[in-house]
């Protein structure tokens, strides 16, 4: 039997981004019939849950390839970068909704809490997304691009938490609280542990 040969990044990225897509066309519909009159309002804070949590788990990945070494971790680094550019989808569809289903943002009234973290997290991601093509890496360079990446998506978790917390602080805030402590705890020992020798990652980790 002839093995096939793995998918380059930016397909892995458009095949995520398409199943990502369907998936949420498939419950957006299931939530218009459930819920005909608030489905938008619905909609909207799920997937602004859902661009959090991958973002999240963008982030533990290293980490936890890191410091607990399995096949399964280290296959979700390879996967990082795909990842990252396929929540564009949800974070797309969910800036989309809450503009449709909040009409005085269109005016100008603007939540600090909520609104403006995920306006700037959302600007962040569309810069990596469109960043992450081949050409803006040849110009920014190897080294700069993955710096400036690291930190853009860092920032976009950390711009999205008081979001996910605001937007609906019981249960999903408080389980937003502790799984943004989580990220950030893993992560801070993930840089500690760059400055000593360990074991390799794959070379797409960040």
Aim: hydrophobic fraction near 55%; charged fraction near 15%; avoid cysteine.
């Amino acid at each position: 039997m002839v093995s096939r040969p793995p998918l380059s990044r930016s397909r892995q990225a458009r095949a995520l981004a398409f199943t990502l897509g369907l998936s949420l066309l498939v419950v957006g519909l299931i939530a218009l019939l459930a819920a005909e009159k608030s489905w938008a309002s619905l909609m909207a804070r799920g997937l602004g849950h859902l661009s959090f949590l991958l973002l999240g788990l963008i982030l533990l990945s290293s980490p936890l390839a890191r410091f607990y070494s399995t096949p399964t971790l280290t296959r979700l680094v390879l996967w990082r970068r795909p990842l990252g550019i396929a929540t564009l989808v949800p974070a797309t569809v969910h800036f989309a909704l809450v503009i449709w289903s909040t009409p005085e943002l269109l005016e100008g009234v603007i939540h600090p809490l909520t609104d403006l973290p995920g306006m700037v997290a959302f600007l962040l991601l569309l810069w990596m997304g469109f960043t992450s093509r081949r050409g803006a890496q040849q110009r920014l360079g190897p080294g700069r691009w993955k710096r400036l990446h690291r930190r853009a998506i860092l920032a976009a978790f950390a711009l999205t938490a008081p979001a996910a917390v605001g937007a609906e602080f019981l249960p999903l805030g408080v389980i937003a609280v502790l799984f943004s402590v989580l990220v950030l705890s893993y992560r801070l020992r993930y840089y500690k542990a760059r400055e000593r020798p360990a074991a390799r990652l794959p070379a797409d980790s960040a």
